[in-house]
């Protein structure tokens, strides 16, 4: 699971470069949108860098997400994307 939680964060920081510049933490708790939560780290990508976080995962994993059982909604924080691609991985 350590190698997906790496192509997921790799792949944050190619869309949104930025983040890593800042320093910010992409960890599994890190929210990819908004959150509610103080203290939480929070990614901040849009709808259109969602989709091609989505895209990069798709191709880099050779899964179509809509082949799964795998809602996109659901996806808010990178463990949740994690645990989404680990699961047709097995």
């Known amino acids: 699971m350590t190698e997906v939680l790496n192509v997921v964060t790799r792949a944050v920081l190619d869309i949104r470069p930025e983040l890593g510049a800042a320093g910010t933490e992409i960890s599994r708790d890190a929210a990819l949108f908004y959150s509610d939560e103080p203290g939480r780290p929070v990614l901040g990508l849009d709808?259109?860098?969602?989709?091609?976080?989505?895209?990069?995962?798709?191709r880099e994993f050779g899964v179509e997400l809509a082949d799964t059982d795998i809602r996109i909604a659901d996806l808010r924080t990178v463990g949740d994307v994690v645990d989404a691609m680990s699961g047709p991985l097995r």
Do not use: K
């Open 47 to 58: 709808s259109m860098e969602a989709l091609e976080l989505i895209s990069v995962l798709e």
